[in-house]
Every structure is written in structure tokens, then in C-alpha cells.
């Protein structure tokens, strides 16, 4: 069985930083694309950021400039650093990863973790 775990997540007044982690684990053989995915209450889940094995990006234009995503392939983690964060980016923030596994290849979702911006 594969695992998606975060942690990182809290409250933080506007302007501040954050950094959310998350970490595969379980049958794992390669992970493929990994990313961040937000959702603040009553709107849609929406993408925030994706990195390739490779280490290529895709930023939303909301977050172009504060937020930087990277991964440690050795350790099957992925890594979410906010700056200058804004009320706006209030939401749960979710992990997921392509991973081919001894299930085969699919997409996988952390639980989720809150993070709030406010004074």
C-alpha cells in the first residue's frame, strides 16, 4: 500500500512563510510527477504547483514569485515553501504524486492539511 503523509501546516499572519512536506511510503518503485493542490471552502480543488522527476516546474499564477516547490527523490518527498502569503491562500492544501508501485501506476492523495492566513 502507498502513503501520502503531510505535515507543515498552521496559522500564519499575513506576509508570513510556511513549509509543507510531504512524504510517500509503502511498495514503492518510482515516483513520477509530484505536487500541491489547495482548496479553500465552498470552491473547487485547484492546482498550485507540480515538479517532475527531473525537477521541471509549473507554478499557478497566483503563487508565481512566493512559493517554491522541490523534492528529495531519495527520501519520496516533496516539499511546498510559501512566502509573503496572503489571506487569499487560505485553504487545505493537498499532496499528490504519480507513483508506479507494486499496485501498479497511479495518482495518490495526502490527507490534507489546513493552512490559515490571517491576523
Known amino acids: 500500500q502507498v502513503q501520502l503523509v503531510e505535515s507543515g501546516g498552521g496559522l500564519v499572519q499575513p506576509g508570513g512563510s510556511l513549509r509543507l512536506s510531504c512524504a510517500a511510503s509503502?511498495?514503492?518503485?518510482?515516483?513520477?510527477?509530484m505536487g500541491w493542490y489547495r482548496q479553500a471552502p465552498g470552491l473547487e480543488r485547484e492546482l498550485v504547483t507540480t515538479?517532475?522527476?527531473?525537477?521541471?516546474?509549473n507554478y499557478a499564477d497566483s503563487v508565481k514569485g512566493r512559493f517554491t516547490i522541490s523534492r528529495d527523490n531519495a527520501k519520496n518527498t516533496v516539499y511546498l515553501q510559501m512566502n509573503s502569503l496572503k489571506p487569499e491562500d487560505t485553504a487545505v492544501y493537498y499532496c499528490?504524486?504519480?507513483?508506479?508501485?507494486?499496485?501498479?501506476?497511479?495518482?495518490?492523495w495526502g490527507q490534507g492539511t489546513q493552512v490559515t492566513v490571517s491576523s
Open positions: 499528490n504524486a504519480r507513483i508506479h508501485s507494486g499496485f501498479g501506476t497511479s495518482n495518490y
Open positions: 509503502g511498495s514503492i518503485f518510482t515516483i513520477y510527477a
Open positions: 515538479i517532475t522527476s527531473g525537477g521541471i516546474t
